[in-house]
């Protein structure tokens, strides 16, 4: 699985905010094409993400272009952007996914543009944006529909307008409305567990808000996210802090991981104690995703 602590999204009409995405310590770049470009500077944002994507070094970062939904009237020249570089892109994002049909559609379209450079056929991910209720319903049938699908993705801001919740920030709720939220999130974790893929949070709207960033990164955390999107250089440092396990736990679950290996070769015992707890094959299992998810982070 690719590293996705962090992902930032870059409007592509913004020619000096695409050139400085390629030198930050983001995991993943979205050069953006949706709902941060203006229908009038559509045309002008994908030549700029073209030329952004060829002329810049990304270096380990995953590289994902978000295109707009299929029923858009700049669905198809959008898709030609991916053609046009397909053995440069990582992976591509869909906005708004409910229908098995615009996953699969897309799916082929990758297919032949990946045979028209010679690039192997499947290379190409796919990250899908569940942004209203039937989509967050069929999300497993969605994820099903392409082997290309690499993540799920929480949308806040259209999924809190479908859900008539009563904010004006996207990624901030309270109240009930947060119980609504976590409801959505808890699901989208359970599909993405569910179908061995990566679920990502959107974004925290609030620029400049480190608690609340810090309070909303943790919470998903909390519920085994393996990322958030951000919007804002300044919000890259937390996210990444807060989806890599710390050093402390880090150091427990290897030295966990030493006990019980030393219990097994002693005893023979399915169980032994360790700090004053008991651990068993299923602590080990937990200790090992621990020091597993800190080596992705850290690369």
């Known amino acids: 699985m690719r590293v996705r602590r962090s992902c930032l999204t870059v409007p592509g ?3 000096r905010m695409l050139e400085k995405s390629a030198s930050l310590p983001v995991d993943e770049v979205i050069l953006d094409l949706e709902d941060s470009v203006a229908p009038s500077a ?3 944002a994908r030549v700029n993400i073209l030329t952004a994507l060829r002329q810049h070094d990304w270096g380990q970062k995953t590289v994902v272009v978000r295109i707009n939904h299929i029923d858009s009237p700049w669905f198809a020249e959008d898709l030609e952007v991916v053609g046009a570089a397909a053995e440069l892109w990582d992976a591509v994002m869909l906005p708004k996914v409910s229908k098995r049909s615009y996953v699969e559609s897309v799916d082929s379209a990758l297919s032949e543009f990946e045979r028209r450079v010679g690039t192997p056929v499947g290379q190409i991910g796919m990250e899908l944006q569940i942004e209203d209720p039937l989509g967050l319903q069929r999300v497993d049938d969605l994820i099903a529909s392409s082997s290309r699908v690499e993540t799920v993705v929480y949308g ?6 479908a859900m008539q919740l009563p904010s004006l ?4 709720a309270a109240g009930a409305a947060q119980l609504v939220v976590d409801a959505a999130l808890v699901q989208l974790a359970f599909a993405a567990r569910r179908n061995g893929i990566q679920v990502i949070d959107g974004p925290y709207a609030v620029i400049g808000d480190d608690e ?7 919470r998903v955390a909390g519920m085994g996210f393996d990322g958030k ?3 804002h ?3 890259i440092e937390t996210c990444n802090r807060v989806f890599t396990p710390d050093e402390q736990l880090y150091e427990r679950a290897k030295a966990l991981l030493d006990a019980y290996d030393k219990s097994q070769k002693e005893s023979g015992a399915g169980a032994a104690t360790f700090g004053g707890e008991m651990i068993d094959e299923a602590t080990r299992k937990m200790a090992e995703m621990t020091v597993q998810r800190r080596l992705r982070a850290i690369g």
Do not use: H, Y
């Open 42 to 44: 559509k045309a002008e």
């Open 13 to 15: 009409s913004s020619i």
């Open 212 to 218: 609340g960033l810090d309070r909303a990164a943790s």
């Open 169 to 172: 920030t996207i990624g901030a």
């Open 233 to 235: 250089p300044s919000q």
């Open 229 to 231: 999107w951000v919007v």
């Open 156 to 161: 806040p801001g259209d999924f809190m307008a």
